[in-house]
């Protein structure tokens, strides 16, 4: 049994704890894959995950999931999963609050890389 | 490439189209696991599911998730993680709407069985 008291996460107190944009933080684990609040705002890169789908769920805001021949529009009390191996780029013409789930170690910027790849965090777990 | 078009999963949409209490619907999936839908009222069956980790994330109403030694609360917009192989029993004083997300062929019931043991149901994926 924990020595501390099992409680529920709270998805907006967790948000309220950082303000940066593109950088995913772990707060929670089911089995190996990791719960991760993010705040999006503007154009993300071009990427995808050869090994994994991943899902987003929005809170607040308007995520446009762009793929290669349409656009995904997720809003709040939406989710949508991005298939392995499809190229998307996460857009958000204001802020955006939204989870993702996905296994644990996935990086936000895929086979991309480059400026906007996070450290991993896991401070708010 | 699909040929209809992509498009976000709306929780409130699905959760409109049914009623029935204690028999997770699946809405989506994310590799090997299922996003389902679930509407709870009363109390559940104590139970557990040796295999895997369970996560509960409440959309509206109150959920009482007890715990053998404690009682977690978990309200709207909070999220929680029951850990593998412990005993759970979900409680509802009033209508509960729900996300739970855990890997494809969990049966609700876990090891405990029983009359409460819901039919797979993926027809709103």
Request: proline share 6%; hydrophobic share 40%.
């Amino acid at each position: 049994m924990p020595s501390s008291p099992a409680q529920a996460v709270d998805l907006k107190d967790k948000l309220s704890l950082f303000s940066e944009h593109w950088s995913p933080k772990v707060i929670a684990r089911m089995n190996d894959y990791e719960i991760k609040v993010v705040k999006l705002d503007g154009e993300f890169v071009w990427h995808s995950h050869q090994d994994t789908d991943e899902m987003f769920l929005v809170l607040s805001g308007e995520l446009e999931i762009q793929l290669r021949d349409q656009t995904v529009t997720v809003g709040p009390g939406q989710l949508y999963v991005v298939p392995r191996g499809v190229e998307h780029r996460p857009t958000a013409s204001s802020e955006v609050h939204a989870v993702i789930i996905e296994p644990a170690g996935v990086v936000n910027t895929g086979d991309a890389g480059g400026a906007l790849t996070a450290a991993y965090d896991d401070s708010l777990a």
